[in-house]
Nanobody
Framework: QVQLVESGGGLVQVGGSLRLSCAASGFTFGNYAMGWFRQAPGKEREFVAVIGWSGGITNYADSVKGRFTISRDNTKNMVYLQMNSLKPEDTAVYYC?????????????????WGQGTQVTVSS
């Protein structure tokens, strides 16, 4: 069965860094674009970043551009989100997603597969 398992969330101070990981299984990872989304309390889920099948194409939400970096390792079926210069408004549950369409992830989904999410809390 398909699984996307996120890890690496936690509590961090403003200006700090976290690296989220997503372990994928149950599908042909290299054939899928991967993305990160987030949902803050009382808000809609929003797109954060997307990476193409080979990792050669990436795109980011304006709110995280220059601070976050998405990457993938197709040999390990892993996707990562390096988050630097964190702000209180980055506080949210972060979800890993997979879809055969990079454009669909960029547009905000819906994705074929979703993880269960990992909490990121940025304290001031």
């Amino acid at each position: 069965q398909v699984q996307l398992v996120e890890s690496g969330g936690g509590l961090v101070q403003v200006g700090g860094s976290l690296r989220l990981s997503c372990a994928a299984s149950g599908f042909t990872f290299g054939n899928y674009a991967m993305g990160w989304f987030r949902q803050a309390p009382g808000k809609e889920r929003e797109f954060v970043a997307v990476i193409g099948w080979s990792g050669g194409i990436t795109n980011y939400a304006d709110s995280v551009k220059g601070r976050f970096t998405i990457s993938r390792d197709n040999t390990k079926n892993m996707v990562y989100l390096q988050m630097n210069s964190l702000k209180p408004e980055d506080t949210a549950v972060y979800y890993c997603a997979a879809d055969s369409s990079w454009a669909r992830l960029l547009a905000g989904g819906p994705a074929a597969y979703w993880g269960q999410g990992t909490q990121v809390t940025v304290s001031s």
